[in-house]
């Protein structure tokens, strides 16, 4: 008799566990890498922004890499269109970097995220901003 309210009460909170990532679009794994001229940019911030819908953002780290999350528990980004901007917080020390953010940063691409891995590599140079999916070719 004490075991029937046990296993109801388990099962609703695995029901309730289990919906949260129910309720999520569809999602596309979204990893690459931000380099500036070719040289790997740490510590920014890449933004992917669909039409409609949450945004998905990951933080690079030394050799530039980055992976999006869409919330805590979910990588990757929504499915389908997206704008691609970039952010990084400057020291307060360098005030000259807080007048006015570096050129590079207010660069922003148009991309296409699929259920299929991506892979985003954007490139900032001044000359050479492109972005690129390596899973697609």
């Not at 129910?22 to 040289?39: E, H, M, Q, R, S």
């Not at 933004?47 to 953002?57: I, K, L, V, W, Y």
């Not at 952010?87 to 590079?104: G, L, V, W, Y």
Request: aromatic letters at 6%; hydrophobic letters at 35%.
């Amino acid at each position: 008799l004490f075991l029937t309210p046990l296993l109801i009460g388990l099962s609703l909170i695995g029901t309730a566990c289990s919906s949260r990532t129910a309720n999520y679009p569809a999602l596309g794994p979204v990893i690459g890498t931000i380099t500036l001229d070719g040289k790997p940019l740490a510590d920014v911030t890449v933004m992917f922004q669909p039409e409609n819908g949450r945004a998905s953002t990951g933080l690079t780290d030394a050799e530039g890499k980055y992976e999006l999350t869409f919330t805590e528990v979910a990588k990757g980004a929504k499915v389908g269109p997206h704008k691609v901007s970039f952010s990084q917080e400057i020291a307060e020390d360098d005030i000259r970097a807080t007048m006015r953010p570096p050129r590079h940063l207010s660069r922003s691409f148009d991309v296409e995220v699929t259920a299929e891995p991506n892979v985003f590599d954007f490139d900032l140079g001044q000359e050479s901003a492109k972005a690129t999916n390596k899973a697609t070719k």
